[in-house]
Nanobody
Framework: EVQLVESGGGLVQPGGSLRLSCAASGFTFRTSILRWFRQAPGKGLEWLSVISNAGTTYYADSVKGRFTISRDNAKNMLYLQLNSLKTEDTAMYYC?????RGQGTQVTVSS
């Protein structure tokens, strides 16, 4: 059974940084394409980034240059580094494998 557990969210001031983590189990991590999504209050699910099994990455325009996706295949961990955070980045953040997501981790950007 695929299991994804996100962590690392919290309250941060505008301009601050956070590092989100996603602990994965139940599938062959090193061969999997993995994604990050977010959902802000009252809005739909927004795709943020994808990383291939080879480490190739792509980003949504809204986060390009500010967020960095990475993976550690030895630890079955997916990460999302969030820099230069803005109030509009406030959302629940989810890691994703083929449409399966964890419970999410809340990021709140506020002064």
């Amino acid at each position: 059974e695929v299991q994804l557990v996100e962590s690392g969210g919290g309250l941060v001031q505008p301009g601050g940084s956070l590092r989100l983590s996603c602990a994965a189990s139940g599938f062959t991590f090193r061969t999997s394409i993995l994604r990050w999504f977010r959902q802000a209050p009252g809005k739909g699910l927004e795709w943020l980034s994808v990383i291939s099994n080879a480490g190739t990455t792509y980003y949504a325009d809204s986060v390009k240059g500010r967020f960095t996706i990475s993976r550690d295949n030895a630890k079955n961990m997916l990460y999302l580094q969030l820099n230069s955070l803005k109030t509009e980045d406030t959302a629940m953040y989810y890691c994703d494998k083929d449409g399966i997501r964890g419970q999410g981790t809340q990021v709140t950007v506020s002064s």
